[in-house]
């Protein structure tokens, strides 16, 4: 391999979860450092400032990876450079490529949240009334500021345009230690699209009906993690508990259903699908053997787009 | 505001609905001008995207007309169509949207005047609840 | 050059958005420093509407960094919702999760965070002190033997937990999976590297740290020291506990003041709300609210590694209780304010939870069948666990489906917000004098607050995203004179 390749990952919004998975990389990591130069790394990893990153001339970058999601001013600047420095962006992670779980907080408004988090909490103490302000002057001469946060988290795609798709909250380290050779490699799929292997969660699940042979039924009844275990081998779905596998990808392996957990979709969609949440609910639904059963599922909002809520049509609660 | 006219997308099964559509035609049945119909092979292929989308791009209201159960071309086709309607009209309101917003009926391709009047009843419910918030969301609100 | 902590780590830096600014007088000394947090995130509020037992896998979000700790306390919560008692397995592998998280969570702190100050040297070239300086100076060798070690506790929540970095397998009363035989032996294999990283770590810490003279007269000096109260949870015998057991509280002489268990949180803990920071401040109600001030009566408390030993008598394992009382000879008694000892008190706890993967592991009824216990009528619930960072409390009530109606989360983090604005403010003042102030002094400054591994994100969980660290130095006119910042 001729020359290195010339890396940066920014953690915008987000848990560092992503951050970890490399970490998780764990010796391989260790072989793979002498074959990158990785050139930023913020807030984490590098002594580089992004005044420095901002002073680097264009597409210099071969590869950067973004993860986390855009609340913040700051964030969206960021995913401007490093869309300006970088020759491939990769929106790496649930939060980056599709807002994440945190975007289920598109369902409240910043008061919403301010009202929760300083006056209604159980063990909130606020005699004054305060609530924390973007200046303020303190004992009269501590002049302090605060930023200010955008109304709605989103999705990197909606302030910078991105070349590819990385799924998962965050994606599995096995998935990681796949894709990167390829990165190293600059073996890319069509610009635009997700790296994935390509199959859903279902594809890979030794539950799923199809890889026994057995037909998929209708649903009969809608259960719940807390209605007792599931059928060993058997299809979560099938048995009632909403798994979301079939529109999923499974970069993962299929790990949620092998501890008897339904998918929640952290994978992000499978390959075609534009809106997650409206096809998983045409997914599951259509396997409903009554739409009564529609009544039995709790908060759908907050079921069928956990995970990408912000990179939905509607992106966030409207009113 | 007073000018405001209901925009309202109607996606029409080629089986049954649409045929009701033609039939209140031929029976020179006034309906609405505010009614664009989208025929379809089936309501089971009306995936919520594209009620979404017609939503999302300004619909004021949008139908889905189907055949009445157990006479579906493709045997279960309105089956589905009902359990996802009813699904995504629950996201829909969890998502701020007037519940009545989005309706579904079965309206066979003999009820010509039931499509008729189904059409301006469903027009006068509309007017009622207003133009669709997404035009306020996108210039802000 | 900057503020280091953040730059520093890839994998634990400060968690989320800090600024401090500080005041200086006419002199050009310092009259006044604010921590501030500049993020929030909405956690407690788009939780409602969840049904309960999806909340663990969903709050462990909060934070990749140490998302079993969410997760743990949250089923925990779960289970007194449910007014269920956890089966003797399920709590077994829910310990033993949570033990093995310890294990790697505290490897990448003290590794990636903790130890370059003192490896590299508090005021070297920034650029070499972080994680990959560090293992260019104990070598590439040692530096993926450290790797590797630490990735069995990560194989071990995958196998556990159903996903390494998010887990999924906790139900409210019990866990979603079974151990296997074949399971237990590996997990019991895999904890004799954690035992031997443990002991490692504290070996290098003992080489680097307590046998060179210059740190040591930090590490006991007055400069890094908040004299606070402190709260750990512990045992029956006033061992350290991480997965279940009583919250004690003991004032800044060591004396206990109080204890409590579950929602008895709400009678010993507020957290007042400031119109400068994004992050609340925890006190001690029954001491009343006293502002931010350290010394004798204050009412703030601390947290973590160094708070747990401290409320604490003894470690319940051998090695660890050996190194425990290794370390209190050193200072010569309890409890101990010197903050940079938390990265002793870690490298410790390291080796506690090492040791207690082992012993569970060893436990053949851990891959019992009992999994799943009855549930009663949902409605309310606690689940208080220790984080690695400290106490963690996770407090839900729900209609009597399971919907959650309300939450209210107190984070490790935001318990220290007060001791951390406080060793912040004296180590500014003690390193910049006469309006000197370089990037050097800066990394003085910041060793203040990295002990207390700030965990922004989980504190914020109430708006997402970070912001790197930021300094404003102002003069005694109230102008700006210099900004210092990591980006």
Not at chain 3, 404 to 427: F, W
Request: aromatic content about 8%; charged content about 25%.
């Amino acid at each position: 391999m001729a020359d290195k390749v010339k890396l940066a990952y920014y953690l915008s919004g987000g848990c560092g979860g992503c951050d970890m998975a490399i970490i998780d990389l764990s010796e391989n990591l260790v072989d793979l450092l002498p074959r990158l130069d990785v050139v930023f790394w913020a807030p984490t990893v590098a002594d580089v400032k992004y005044r420095d990153l901002e002073g680097l001339p264009d597409k210099s970058i071969d590869v950067g990876l973004f993860s986390g999601m855009i609340r913040l001013s700051e964030q969206e600047h960021m995913a401007a450079i490093m869309r300006r420095k970088c020759r491939t962006l990769i929106a790496y992670g649930a939060c980056a490529a599709l807002g994440g779980i945190p975007g289920m907080g598109n369902m409240h408004s910043k008061e919403e949240i301010f009202q929760t988090a300083y006056f209604d909490t159980l063990s909130t103490d606020n005699p004054d009334g305060v609530i924390p302000q973007t200046r303020c002057l303190v004992d009269g001469k501590y002049e302090l500021t605060l930023p200010e946060f955008y109304r709605y988290v989103r999705p990197l795609q909606d302030v910078a345009e991105v070349d590819y798709f990385v799924g998962g909250c965050p994606p599995h380290h096995s998935f990681v230690a796949r894709v990167i050779p390829d990165i190293l490699g600059g073996s890319f799929p069509a610009p635009g699209s997700w790296i994935t292997s390509d199959k859903a969660v279902c594809a890979l699940c030794d539950r799923n009906p199809a890889v026994k042979g057995e037909e998929m039924k209708l649903i009969k009844t809608i259960k719940r993690t807390t209605d007792g275990p599931p059928e060993e081998g058997k299809c979560l779905l099938q048995q009632g508990y909403l798994c979301l596998g079939a529109v999923t990808q499974g970069d993962c392996g299929a790990l949620c259903p092998k501890v008897n957990i339904p998918c929640r979709g952290c994978g992000g969609p499978v390959p075609g699908v534009k809106d997650f949440g409206l096809r998983a609910i045409s997914a599951v639904a259509s396997l409903l053997e009554n739409e009564e059963l529609v009544d039995r599922i709790p908060s759908p909002v907050k079921l069928f787009y956990r995970y990408s809520l912000p990179a939905s049509m509607l992106g966030r609660k409207i009113k | 505001m007073s000018d405001w006219k209901p925009n309202i997308v109607v996606f029409a099964c080629n089986w049954c609905t649409y045929q009701g559509a033609d039939l209140a035609g031929i029976l020179r049945c006034d309906y609405p001008s505010t009614i664009s119909i989208i025929r379809v092979p089936c309501t089971g292929c009306v995936e919520p995207e594209f009620i979404v989308a017609a939503l999302k791009n300004g619909a004021d209201g949008v139908f889905v007309g189907g055949c009445h159960p157990g006479d579906c071309h493709y045997q279960e086709g309105n089956n589905k169509a009902a359990a996802r309607f009813k699904l995504l009209k629950t996201v829909l309101t969890e998502m701020g949207f007037e519940p009545d917003r989005v309706r579904m009926e079965w309206i066979s391709g003999s009820e010509g005047k039931r499509f008729a009047e189904t059409m301006t009843e469903f027009n006068e419910s509309i007017e009622r609840i207003g133009p669709n918030p997404i035009g306020r969301y996108i210039n802000g609100g | 050059m900057t503020l280091k902590k953040i730059e520093i780590n890839p994998m634990t830096r400060l968690e989320g958005h800090g600024k401090i600014s500080v005041f200086l007088n006419d002199r050009g000394n310092v009259d006044d420093v604010f921590f501030q947090t500049v993020e929030l995130r909405g956690y407690e509020r788009f939780l409602t509407g969840m049904p309960i037992e999806e909340v663990p896998r969903t709050v462990s979000t909060i934070c990749g960094v140490c998302r079993c700790v969410h997760f743990v306390a949250s089923v925990k919560a779960a289970d007194a919702v449910y007014h269920a008692e956890p089966t003797p397995t399920a709590g077994k592998i829910r310990e033993l999760l949570l033990n093995a998280h310890y294990v790697e969570d505290h490897t990448a702190v003290l590794y990636a965070l903790g130890f370059p100050d003192f490896v590299v040297g508090p005021t070297a070239d920034a650029a070499g002190r972080n994680l990959i300086g560090l293992i260019q100076a104990v070598g590439v060798d040692m530096g993926r033997l450290i790797l590797k070690k630490r990735y069995a506790a990560v194989k071990v929540i995958e196998m556990l937990g159903g996903k390494p970095i998010h887990p999924v397998a906790a139900l409210p009363g019990g866990w979603s999976k079974r151990v296997t035989e074949e399971e237990r032996k590996e997990i019991l294999a895999l904890s004799t590297e954690m035992v031997e990283l443990g002991q490692l770590t504290l070996k290098i810490f003992d080489d680097v740290v307590l046998r060179n003279k210059e740190y040591m007269d930090l590490v006991t000096g007055e400069v890094y020291k908040v004299e606070c109260n402190y709260m750990g949870t512990v045992d029956e015998k006033n061992r350290v506990q991480f997965y279940d057991g009583t919250q004690r509280i003991v004032d800044t002489a060591g004396r206990e003041i109080g204890r409590f268990t579950g929602e008895g949180y709400l009678d010993h803990i507020a957290e007042r709300v400031l119109p400068w920071s994004y992050l609340k401040v925890p006190y001690l109600k029954r001491l009343g609210w006293k502002g931010i001030t350290d010394g004798e009566g204050t009412s703030l408390y601390s947290v973590g590694p160094l708070a747990r030993l401290n409320v604490a008598d003894g470690m319940d394992t051998p090695l660890a209780q050996e190194a425990y009382e290794k370390m209190y000879t050193a200072f010569g008694g309890k409890p101990v304010h010197n903050i940079l000892a938390y990265h002793w008190a870690r490298a410790i706890e390291l080796l506690n939870a090492a040791e207690k993967v082992q012993r569970l592991a060893s436990d053949e009824s851990i891959t019992g069948p009992d999994v799943g216990a009855e549930l009663g009528t949902p409605d309310e619930g606690v689940g208080v666990v220790e984080a690695a960072r400290g106490v963690l409390i996770h407090h839900y009530k729900t209609d009597n489906r399971g919907i959650v109606r309300e939450v209210n989360l107190i984070v490790a983090t935001t318990h220290n917000n007060g001791p951390i604005n406080m060793a912040v403010k004296r180590a500014a003042r003690h390193f910049i004098k006469n309006g000197k102030v370089d990037e050097g002094i800066l990394n003085l400054v910041e060793m203040a607050y990295r002990p207390y591994d700030i965990c922004l994100a989980c504190a914020t969980h109430t708006l997402p995203g970070r912001l790197p660290l930021e300094l404003e130095v102002y003069d005694h006119a109230g102008e700006l004179c210099k900004t210092l910042r990591n980006f």
